[in-house]
Structure formats: structure tokens, C-alpha cells
């Protein structure tokens, strides 16, 4: 017998202090959970849970990618939002901040925080993703997708006493696809240019400065593109049944393919590049399998699992020292994932799964702050949930 984690209720929050090894001895997928005494230092320090008022379809933690606080938003946490609610689709900016003044850290966890709601913008349809970009360090940028196949940029712009907040739509990049939504977006970590994908099955690359589209759209899949990444100035990857690998210098050249991704029909429904190995790759799929590749030059994963119950909606690597992951997914479940001696299946000492959270309901997003140390995640009921690891 195992012990449960905690699942989170509407008004529920809580500090958890235990992390269960949810691998199984097969990278197959069966779910066998057992108690786990991780090594001091690695339980997550406390789960907190703040409601807002629509279904949030992402969260996204404002931070540079290069791992520099952009000036001005050091205190408190900042965050946005996208929503997939009828009939008035927003973006929003948080903050995350001490609920009071005097609070401080115990020895059960820090200090509680509250969720402010700084300024909202009204979104031309459903947002179906969302990133923030950095063209200048102190005037971050937020780029969305939309259910109307178009992608926006939202200037945004606070103070530390958390009045003037503004969230401004910039700029509009309208007709982007030829029917259906926009489904995916990504930018380099400079944030000059932008890349997205549709239900079309198109790949379209922009100038983030100017309403000028890069080249003309690659016809990538036959399916809808749910991923589409940078992978460095000139390859993009996308997901959909498959993965692949475009060269942009060549957008005619025909795409590295790779293989077996879609053992058991599934599509593909997130995908990650590791923020300090851009050759390392983390996709996953439809029916709760996580693979993990490395792009140089090898066309086939080096790890496969399937810890989760349903699909995986997003995925995220945890930079710094060590191989570590982060998903969640329609079982409501954050999964911590481990690999001490690296991304393999060779049934010796291979990558663990840890659930961090269990929720009553699915996560659609995951967004890792490396200067928090902290996860946020998005509820399909419009919660917002932050575990910070100890």
C-alpha cells in the first residue's frame, strides 16, 4: 500500500511533504506507485492553489530564458494568463506576492502568497498558447495563438508598487493560416522572430518588429501542428503525428523525420528543448507516453515511458545540473522526472518518475522558474497551482 498524494479541491492548499516514485521495473507504462524517502533538499516545499476567473489554457511565469529578470519585475512574481472561455477570450498579468506584509517563512514552508490580478486585454478568439519573448530586457513582450488562425504580440508593463499595469496589443499577425486555429507558437530567445503552427498542418516563421511573415508557409503536416520550436536561428521542429526537422535556410528541402514516435497511433501533444542542450529533445503524446531524443544526428528516441494515465498536455526540462524533467496532463498529475545517469532504456538505474502533484482535474500547463525554483501550472477549472521545490 502506497500513500495517496494530496488532491487538490477548490479551496484546498496545502504543503506536501512526501514524493512518490511513480516507474514502474518496465518503461511500458504499467502503474505500480511505492513510497519514496527522497534525499533532503528535494521535496517540494509547498503547494498552493488561486483561483481566477476563466479556464486558463496556459500560464506563463515572466522570466528571460537567458535566465535574467527583466529590470523592473524582480518583486513580486509576475505571470500571464490566456484564456479558452466563451464569450469574452482574455490575456491577463498576475502577480504573486506575500499575502501580507509581516508574513514570513515557517519551518512548515515560506510565507503564503496571493494571486493579484494586475490588468487584462480583451484576445481576438480563444488562446490556444501563449509565450513571452524579450526584444528589449525592461519591455517584455507576450506573443499568443489564437482559435481565429492568427498570432498577436501584447506589450506589457508594471511597476513594483503594481499600479499603471498595462497589457497592450502591439501587433497582429492576421491570416496566418489558410482555415482553422493557430495552435502553436514559439520565438527565439532573442525574440526576433517568431514561428507557429495550425490546424492547416502549416509551419509560418515572422519578423517579431515588423507585420512581415519570413518566408512563405511550409505545408509540414497533414495533420494540426500542436508543437513548433525553435531548435536555433535556422531549424524549427514541429509535432504532429510526427516529428520533423526543418532547415529554414532550405524551407523546400525535404525535413529530418523522426522515427518511431507514433508506435501506437498516438499524436503528438507537447514538446520541450532543453534550455541548455538545444540537441536534446522531450516529446509527448496523446495516450501518456514522455520520449526523450537527442537530435545529434540520431533519428530515434533514447527513452521512452509511459508514466501517465492520459495524455501529456505539456512537458518542460528543468535546467541547470542533472537530467530532469516536469509534465502534467489529463490525469491531473505533475510528474518530476529523473535521470541520474541519463536518458536511456536499458533497465539499469533508469530515469524515475515522481508525482509532485495530484489534482481532481487535468492540467493543461506547465512553466518551470528556475529563480523561484518554482512550477506553475494551469487547471481546466480556472485554478492556478504553484508548488516551489525546497
Request: aromatic content about 6%; proline content about 5%.
Amino acid at each position: 500500500m502506497f500513500t495517496p498524494a494530496t488532491t487538490l479541491s477548490a479551496t484546498h492548499s496545502s504543503n506536501q511533504e512526501h514524493w512518490m516514485d511513480t516507474s514502474s521495473s518496465s518503461s511500458t507504462g504499467s502503474h505500480h506507485p511505492y513510497p519514496y524517502q527522497p534525499q533532503r533538499g528535494q521535496i517540494p516545499r509547498s503547494i498552493s492553489r488561486h483561483q481566477t476567473a476563466g479556464r486558463q489554457r496556459a500560464a506563463r511565469w515572466l522570466y528571460s530564458r537567458s535566465g535574467a529578470v527583466p529590470l523592473g519585475y524582480h518583486l513580486p512574481a509576475l505571470l500571464a494568463t490566456g484564456s479558452h472561455a466563451s464569450p469574452r477570450p482574455r490575456v491577463a498579468l498576475y502577480t504573486l506576492q506575500s499575502a501580507s506584509k509581516t508574513a514570513s517563512a515557517t519551518a512548515s514552508g515560506p510565507a503564503a502568497e496571493e494571486l493579484r490580478l494586475l490588468t487584462s486585454a480583451p484576445h481576438t478568439g480563444h488562446v490556444t498558447q501563449l509565450r513571452w519573448l524579450h526584444v528589449h530586457e525592461d519591455s517584455p513582450l507576450l506573443v499568443t495563438a489564437s482559435s481565429r488562425g492568427q498570432y498577436a504580440l501584447y506589450s506589457a508593463s508594471s511597476d513594483s508598487a503594481d499600479e499603471g499595469a498595462q497589457l497592450r496589443e502591439a501587433r497582429v499577425y492576421k491570416a496566418a493560416h489558410r482555415h482553422g486555429a493557430a495552435t502553436a507558437v514559439d520565438a527565439l530567445l532573442d525574440g526576433s522572430q517568431l514561428c507557429g503552427g495550425g490546424e492547416d498542418g502549416a509551419l509560418v516563421t515572422f519578423d517579431s518588429s515588423r507585420d512581415l511573415a519570413l518566408s512563405a508557409p511550409i505545408q509540414a503536416h497533414s495533420q494540426t501542428i500542436r508543437c513548433a520550436l525553435f531548435l536555433g536561428r535556422d531549424r524549427v521542429a514541429t509535432a504532429a503525428a510526427s516529428v520533423r526537422v526543418w532547415d529554414l535556410r532550405a524551407p523546400s528541402a525535404a525535413p529530418t523525420v523522426l522515427k518511431d514516435v507514433d508506435r501506437n497511433g498516438a499524436l503528438v501533444s507537447a514538446a520541450a528543448i532543453h534550455p541548455d542542450r538545444p540537441h536534446q529533445l522531450a516529446t509527448a503524446s496523446s495516450d501518456g507516453t514522455l520520449l526523450v531524443w537527442d537530435l545529434r544526428g540520431r533519428q530515434y528516441p533514447v527513452f521512452r515511458s509511459r508514466q501517465h494515465r492520459a495524455a501529456i498536455w505539456d512537458v518542460a526540462f528543468v535546467p541547470g545540473a542533472g537530467d530532469r524533467l516536469l509534465s502534467c496532463g489529463e490525469d491531473g498529475r505533475l510528474l518530476f522526472w529523473e535521470a541520474t545517469t541519463g536518458w536511456r532504456n536499458d533497465g539499469i538505474d533508469e530515469p524515475k518518475a515522481y508525482e509532485l502533484v495530484q489534482n481532481h482535474l487535468p492540467l493543461r500547463s506547465l512553466d518551470y522558474h528556475s529563480q523561484r525554483n518554482s512550477v506553475l501550472l494551469a487547471s481546466d477549472d480556472g485554478a492556478l497551482i504553484t508548488t516551489t521545490l525546497s
